[in-house]
């Protein structure tokens, strides 16, 4: 808000010096009041027309520009992650090894483990018996 404040108080300050400059140019004479600027502004439907496809053309380069960008950095992150999974698990691989003892299977997945082998031979049967395979 301070920041809007003063700007705005040095926008007002240099206003009020250009129009001052104009007042004591025209007390002395340099500055005749009548006089015309031969400052032409182009016609309103020439400057939408430039407007407009100026910014199309910005449009499309910061649309490339943002592809191009999230392309690279998926693609560097994609690798970045491969790289770090591998270095992790090479890591937990040579700890494993370095302690000698091989991780114990759960007795809770042995039996799922288990169960799924004799739902397979079922399945095995029951398809020979109805003559599918």
Do not use: C, W
Not at 38 to 49: A, D, Q, R
């Amino acid at each position: 808000m301070n920041l809007f404040l003063i700007l705005f108080f040095i926008s007002l300050i240099s206003i009020a010096v250009i129009v001052g400059r104009k007042i004591i140019l025209l007390r002395r004479g340099m500055l005749v009041s009548g006089e015309q600027n031969n400052f032409e502004i182009p016609y309103i439907e020439e400057v939408k027309h430039i407007t407009i496809k100026k910014l199309k053309r910005y449009g499309y380069v910061v649309l490339i520009n943002t592809i191009r960008i999230s392309m690279k950095s998926t693609h560097f992150a994609k690798n970045k992650g491969t790289d770090i999974v591998n270095k992790l698990k090479n890591k937990v691989f040579k700890q494993s090894l370095e302690n000698g003892d091989p991780q114990e299977v759960s007795k809770f997945l042995q039996m799922v483990g288990e169960y799924k082998h004799k739902i397979k031979k079922i399945k095995h049967r029951i398809r020979k018996e109805e003559g599918i395979d």
